[in-house]
């Protein structure tokens, strides 16, 4: 079992930085071998995909934040990281840190509201 804990949410102005942090506990097995991600999700839309980093540290981000968005992991620390910089407004979104085993199962955080005024 892991259970995971979004923290580093909050109100920023457009252009700023935020840095969000999924601090997980458990199974250190199971946050090495498995594959995390960012997610968000935005009042009537859908969850979307943000950025993931795999067991062995292949990176992939959404193209509405490429360039601007940074995923990282300290196992050491069982924190895995999103730094985002040049935030807009249309980032403002609930942000949920996931992890994905390889047989599938899925462990979710309970969210961070971030919030990008203009």
């Known amino acids: 079992q892991v259970q995971l804990v979004e923290s580093g949410g909050g109100l920023v102005q457009a252009g700023g930085s935020l840095r969000l942090s999924c601090a997980a506990s458990g199974s250190i097995f199971a946050i090495s071998v498995g594959s995390f991600r960012w997610y968000r999700q935005a009042p009537g839309k859908e969850r979307e995909l943000v950025a993931g980093?795999?067991?062995?540290?292949?990176?992939n981000y959404a193209d509405s934040v490429q360039g601007r968005f940074t995923i990282s992991k300290d196992i050491a620390k069982r924190t895995v990281y999103l730094q985002m910089a040049s935030l807009k407004s249309e980032d403002t979104a609930v942000y949920y840190c996931?992890?994905?085993?390889?047989?599938?199962?899925?462990?979710w955080g309970q969210g961070t509201q971030v919030t990008v005024s203009s």
């Open positions: 980093i795999s067991s062995g540290g292949t990176t």
């Open positions: 996931n992890l994905q085993m390889p047989r599938g199962t899925n462990y």
